[in-house]
């Protein structure tokens, strides 16, 4: 009888989605998943453990809580006939936005940490992340007082995230590369951050620049590496972007691909580039199927 197959961490990561880091917190801490282990203490996961990982994304995605999932499990109920749950993500957006409005700054970088470490990022954009966002946008056209300090504070913490998964990133065996180019001149936004996140999260090696004034500048990146571009921007582009971006779709021909609110603006220009792009936020863009297939073009 043969032995049954084995898989590394990494493998299972790539194959499933969920972020190495947060694998080891689904078994330390929540006690979802019981890899085995080699002689020199390496997990290894079999068809069974993958099996259940995926049944606990399918009760993530309904928006059940992390805490509430091994319940869940063990009692054999099918995810299909349950009800969404929507009040724990309120609480974490609530927590986070009163983190923010009371200018808490190590009461928001431990409530990101501990989100990140336990919770697909995925779910977290599209349950957290985005709908706070929202929420925060409201706020904040009211300028209440010290609003920009608010500002500052979330993106400092989106920041600091950011460079936390690259470190993480960077002690892996990388997935892929790619380079990944904010043209907001206001700065990055939140879509920026979570999506570079994303792509981190899923292995990926990414040489990012969070602000690009000089668009034809990026030709240059073309003479170092030829990885796949990210173009991303939230904010309407100025008429004299769109010659830059042509050489841009010249050079880097399929292997270009512009994301963010700018490309629903856009979309009429972009198509005429020949240039590939999925508009809304960045959660949508990642599951579009014209995402998935330029994610393969970063493995080559």
Same mark, same amino acid.
């Given at each position: %009888?043969?032995?049954?197959?084995?898989?590394?961490?990494?493998?299972?990561?790539?194959?499933?989605?969920?972020?190495?880091?947060?694998?080891?917190?689904?078994?330390?801490?929540?006690?979802? =998943?019981?890899?085995?282990?080699?002689?020199?203490?390496?997990?290894?996961?079999?068809?069974?453990?993958?099996?259940?990982?995926?049944?606990? &994304?399918?009760?993530? +995605?309904?928006?059940?809580? =992390?805490?509430?999932?091994?319940?869940?499990?063990?009692?054999?109920?099918?995810?299909?006939?349950?009800?969404?749950?929507?009040?724990?993500?309120?609480?974490?957006?609530?927590?986070?936005?009163?983190?923010?409005?009371?200018? #808490?700054?190590?009461?928001? +970088?431990?409530?990101?940490?501990?989100?990140?470490?336990?919770? !697909?990022?995925?779910?977290?954009?599209?349950?957290?992340?985005?709908?706070?966002?929202?929420?925060?946008?409201?706020?904040?056209?009211? /300028? !209440?007082?010290?609003?920009?300090?608010?500002?500052?504070?979330?993106?400092?913490?989106?920041?600091?995230?950011?460079?936390?998964?690259?470190?993480?990133?960077?002690?892996?065996? !990388?997935? *892929?590369?790619?380079?990944?180019?904010?043209?907001?001149?206001?700065?990055?936004?939140? *879509?920026?951050?979570?999506?570079?996140? @994303?792509?981190? /999260?899923?292995?990926?090696?990414?040489?990012?620049?969070?602000?690009?004034?000089?668009?034809?500048?990026?030709?240059? &990146?073309?003479? #170092?590496?030829?990885?796949?571009?990210?173009?991303?921007?939230?904010?309407?582009?100025?008429?004299?972007?769109?010659? !830059?971006?042509?050489?841009?779709?010249? @050079?880097?021909?399929?292997?270009?691909?512009?994301?963010?609110?700018?490309?629903?603006?856009?979309?009429?220009?972009?198509?005429?580039?020949?240039?590939?792009?999925?508009?809304?936020?960045?959660?949508?863009?990642?599951?579009?199927?014209? %995402?998935?297939?330029?994610?393969?073009?970063?493995?080559?």
């Amino acid at each position: %009888m043969p032995s049954e197959k084995n898989y590394t961490i990494g493998h299972v990561s790539q194959q499933t989605g969920v972020a190495s880091v947060t694998l080891r917190a689904w078994e330390r801490r929540y006690g979802l =998943i019981k890899p085995e282990r080699t002689a020199k203490g390496h997990r290894v996961y079999n068809e069974g453990n993958i099996q259940d990982i995926q049944h606990i &994304l399918s009760w993530l +995605n309904r928006g059940v809580a =992390i805490s509430k999932v091994a319940t869940l499990l063990a009692s054999g109920k099918s995810y299909a006939a349950a009800e969404p749950v929507a009040e724990q993500w309120l609480v974490a957006q609530n927590e986070l936005l009163s983190s923010i409005s009371e200018l #808490n700054k190590p009461g928001v +970088n431990q409530m990101l940490d501990r989100l990140n470490k336990s919770v !697909p990022f995925i779910t977290l954009c599209e349950y957290v992340y985005h709908p706070l966002q929202a929420t925060l946008a409201q706020r904040w056209q009211r /300028q !209440p007082l010290g609003y920009q300090l608010e500002q500052q504070l979330w993106q400092q913490s989106w920041q600091r995230q950011t460079l936390i998964m690259t470190l993480r990133t960077e002690k892996q065996k !990388p997935q *892929g590369h790619c380079y990944l180019a904010s043209l907001d001149l206001n700065g990055p936004s939140l *879509g920026y951050y979570l999506l570079h996140s @994303l792509l981190l /999260q899923s292995g990926l090696r990414v040489n990012a620049f969070g602000k690009v004034e000089d668009l034809a500048g990026l030709t240059r &990146l073309h003479n #170092n590496a030829e990885w796949p571009l990210i173009v991303y921007a939230d904010q309407r582009l100025e008429q004299t972007a769109f010659k !830059p971006l042509a050489k841009l779709g010249a @050079l880097w021909k399929d292997d270009i691909i512009c994301l963010g609110l700018a490309s629903d603006i856009h979309h009429e220009q972009l198509t005429s580039l020949g240039i590939d792009f999925v508009g809304g936020q960045s959660s949508d863009a990642w599951r579009s199927a014209v %995402m998935k297939t330029w994610l393969e073009k970063t493995k080559r």
